[in-house]
Nanobody
Framework: QVHLVESGGGLVQAGGSLRLSCAASGSIIVINAMGWYRQAPGKQRELVATITSGGVTNYADSVKGRFTISRDNAKNTVYLQMNSLKPEDTAVYYC???????????????????WGQGTQVTVSS
């Protein structure tokens, strides 16, 4: 079993900053990819940013230059530093962990697509 727990959401004024954290717990050897997605009311969930265990990052065009994703592999934790926030960034932010290598009695198993419970980010104008 692998669990993801997010923290750091809240209410902030436009132009402000927030930092989200997501810690994965359980029997984990390595998590190949971690990332952040968001879902605004009435909209589909969308990618915000991802990062591999080797540090390769990918960002949605809408957040490039404003958000920075990082991770601590030793702690199985991913962060999202959000600066210059805009009202359109308002959404529930979800942490994702994909291709999780875990030890099992019969060998190593790969788990896919685990999600956190989400954390609300609200940006007021």
């Amino acid at each position: 079993q692998v669990h993801l727990v997010e923290s750091g959401g809240g209410l902030v004024q436009a132009g402000g900053s927030l930092r989200l954290s997501c810690a994965a717990s359980g029997s984990i050897i390595v998590i190949n990819a971690m990332g952040w997605y968001r879902q605004a009311p009435g909209k589909q969930r969308e990618l915000v940013a991802t990062i591999t265990s080797g540090g390769v990052t990918n960002y949605a065009d809408s957040v490039k230059g404003r958000f920075t994703i990082s991770r601590d592999n030793a702690k199985n934790t991913v962060y999202l530093q959000m600066n210059s926030l805009k009202p359109e960034d308002t959404a529930v932010y979800y942490c994702n962990a994909d291709r999780i290598r875990t030890p099992q009695a019969t060998g190593i198993m790969t788990l896919y697509d685990h999600w956190g419970q989400g954390t609300q980010v609200t940006v007021s104008s």
